[in-house]
Antibody, heavy 125, light 107 residues
């Protein structure tokens, strides 16, 4: 079964740090670009970060650039999100999501086709 | 950044109704538009990719259309399990942004 399982969420004070993990199974992890997508309580979805198949390229939404770092370990089928200098507005459920390619353009032709169950990050004093 | 605007933000419908949700992009995005369904407390689920391609395993009552700036998700005959929130998302450029969502409720 194709599966993504996040862990590492919790309560952290403003300015603190947290490291999220996502364990992948059931597919060839190293062949897929991976993402983090978050959802604040009662709000919509926001893409946070992307990492290419081999980890050579990484992209971030402006609001987290310089504070969050996405990484992966293909040998261990794992995706990570290191979150530093956390703010109240970072409070959200964080999902890891696989980018499933559907055409010749690796960036545009595709969608988030597999999602984890999410892990809640709460930033509060 | 490209802004995605969904309408309506919510709607009430009955089982068997035909439901249409629209998504408008702030600039042309060709056909790089995906649709997701999310139920309370659950992760989103991919329904439609590339504006009109049905994801494997998704019932054929779901369909998508559009290109450029205007897109539509249609549920041909609403079923009880379809009551959920639906999001559009573009993949034309980074950051990939989502629409605000459309909540489909039971009338």
């Amino acid at each position: 079964e194709v599966q993504l399982v996040e862990s590492g969420g919790g309560l952290v004070q403003p300015g603190g740090s947290l490291r999220l993990s996502c364990a992948a199974s059931g597919f060839t992890f190293r062949s897929f670009s991976m993402n983090w997508v978050r959802q604040a309580p009662g709000k919509g979805l926001e893409w946070v970060a992307n990492i290419k198949e081999d980890g050579s390229e990484k992209y971030y939404v402006d609001s987290v650039r310089g504070r969050f770092t996405i990484s992966r370990d293909n040998a261990k089928n794992s995706l990570f999100l290191q979150m530093n200098s956390l703010r109240a507005e970072d409070t959200a459920v964080y999902y890891c999501a696989r980018w499933g390619r559907s055409g010749w353009d690796p960036v545009r032709d595709g969608a988030f086709d597999i999602w984890g169950q999410g892990t809640l990050v709460t930033v509060s004093s | 950044d490209i802004q995605m605007t969904q309408s309506p933000s919510s709607l009430s419908a009955s089982v068997g109704d035909r439901v249409t949700i629209t998504c408008r992009a702030s600039q042309r995005i060709s056909g790089y538009l995906n649709w997701y369904q999310q139920k309370p407390g659950k992760a989103p689920k991919l329904l439609i990719y590339g504006a009109s391609s049905l994801q494997r395993g998704v019932p054929s009552r779901f369909s998508g259309s559009g290109s450029g700036t205007d897109f539509t998700l249609t549920i041909s005959s609403l079923q009880p399990e379809d009551f959920a929130t639906y999001y559009c998302q573009h993949s034309y450029s980074l950051p990939q942004t989502f629409g605000g969502g459309t909540k489909v409720e039971i009338k």
